[in-house]
Structure formats: structure tokens, C-alpha cells
């Protein structure tokens, strides 16, 4: 699926990487929080991306998710996101997201200012324990702790579920005068309920959700997503 390998875009570190629109496959393990806006550190959005606020809060979300080789692309991610002003009442930024694909880095950072980097991943699914189903560690190239899910699902919704946002982000070159690139996502997905247990390290960049419990928490099975347009 998608581009030859020497057909494909090259990123100026030397990494090809599938052109726009990517279409991918897996499964996603998504939390839901609501904190207060001046929780969230001031140098995870630029002065153009700012976050939308209801009496204070800020909706944001957290994520692993597991794509698979029948997509253009097979790696693990883990991401945040925080929903903004711009682009639409369904838009978010991504101040921070580790992936564990040399393309899946270059890809992003070239056709969408999406700030991947580099971490890896222990991944467990249908674990013998019967606690949860689901467990995900990620660690940095240099082996520090990102964040710990494990996650139990429970009630499944029926049929197949749309979602339609934007990504809002800065570029990365941090250019004077450069509006944020605006790029619109579609994905299809089975939902289910869960409950997630999150822990993230006090020396992480995500340590300000420590101790705190989601608003909600979706397993996203069977799920098709696009990303940018042709």
C-alpha cells in the first residue's frame, strides 16, 4: 500500500517516508482528562496554537496505539494531545509523541510539523492475567520512562464510529511569521469502554497528569485512520 520506496519523499536526515494522505490500521487505547489550563506547561503550544477552555479547564488526551502492517505504515505510538481554538470545535494540537518507525518520524515531521520522536516500546495484549487486557511501557532512547498503561475494556458500543478532527501545529522550524499548518484527520473504528490505569514518571514530560484519573478511557478496535490530504 502506498508509494514505491523510490518513489517516495525523503526527509533531509535521509529517511524516505509515504507521501500524503497515509492511511493506517491498528488499535488505539485513548484517556480522556480535564485539568486546569495552567496545569499544562507553558512550552508545550506556541502563542498561535492555544487551548481551548471551558471555566478555566482544557480537554486533553492520551494514547497508545498499535498500527499494523495491513496500513502503509506498521509501528507503536504513544501521544498527547490538547484540544485548541484553531481549526474547528474538533481540533487538537500534539506537543508530544514517541513512535518507534524511522519514517513514521521523518513522515510526520516533514508533511505535518507532528514533533515525533524516537522511544521505544514493550507492548502486551490479551495478557494471561485477568486484571486487564492490554499493557504498554514506553521508554526513551536513553531508556527514561515516558509512561505505564494498562487497560481493561468492558462495555462495547455497536457498529463501526467516525471520527473527523484537525491537527493544529507550529512549525518546527519555529519561523517568524509562519501560521500553523492545519491538517484534517478521518478515522473508523469499534469503541468499546475501558478503564485505564496510567502511570507517568515525575521526571517525565507528562508528569503533570500524574495522579490523576481520566474523565473516560475507549479502546478504538478495527480502526482505519487518514491523515492529510492527496
Keep these: 500500500m502506498g508509494a514505491e520506496p523510490q518513489d517516495r519523499p525523503m526527509h533531509p536526515d535521509g529517511v524516505s517516508y509515504p507521501p500524503a494522505p497515509w492511511h493506517l490500521y491498528g488499535t488505539a487505547y485513548l ?34 496505539a498499535v498500527y499494523e502492517p495491513s496500513g502503509m505504515l506498521a509501528y507503536d505510538e504513544l501521544l498527547l494531545a490538547v484540544q485548541v481554538r484553531s481549526g474547528g470545535p474538533l481540533s487538537v494540537s500534539v506537543p508530544w509523541i514517541w513512535v518507534d518507525h524511522p519514517a513514521s518520524i521523518a513522515g510526520a515531521r516533514a508533511l505535518w510539523s507532528i514533533p515525533k520522536q524516537e522511544a521505544a516500546f514493550e507492548v502486551r495484549r490479551d495478557h494471561a492475567v485477568e486484571e486487564f487486557d492490554f499493557e504498554a511501557r514506553a521508554v526513551t532512547t536513553q531508556g527514561l520512562p515516558l509512561a505505564h498503561l494498562r487497560f481493561r475494556s468492558r462495555t462495547m458500543m455497536p457498529g463501526r464510529w467516525p471520527v473527523r478532527t484537525s491537527v493544529v501545529q507550529p512549525p518546527l522550524n519555529n519561523g517568524g511569521g509562519c501560521k500553523p499548518q492545519v491538517s484534517e484527520v478521518r478515522a473508523w473504528a469499534r469503541a468499546s469502554f475501558g478503564a ?34 492527496s
Design 196 to 229: 485505564a490505569t496510567w502511570n507517568f514518571p515525575r521526571s517525565g514530560p507528562l508528569s503533570f497528569l500524574r495522579g490523576r484519573s481520566p474523565l473516560m478511557s475507549l479502546r478504538l478496535t478495527d480502526m482505519w485512520l487518514r491523515i492529510g490530504s
Design 31 to 64: 484517556s480522556l482528562w480535564q485539568i486546569r489550563a495552567s496545569s499544562l506547561p507553558e512550552a508545550s503550544l506556541s502563542p498561535d496554537v492555544r487551548p481551548r477552555t471551558v471555566l478555566g479547564r482544557v480537554l486533553v488526551g492520551t494514547a497508545f
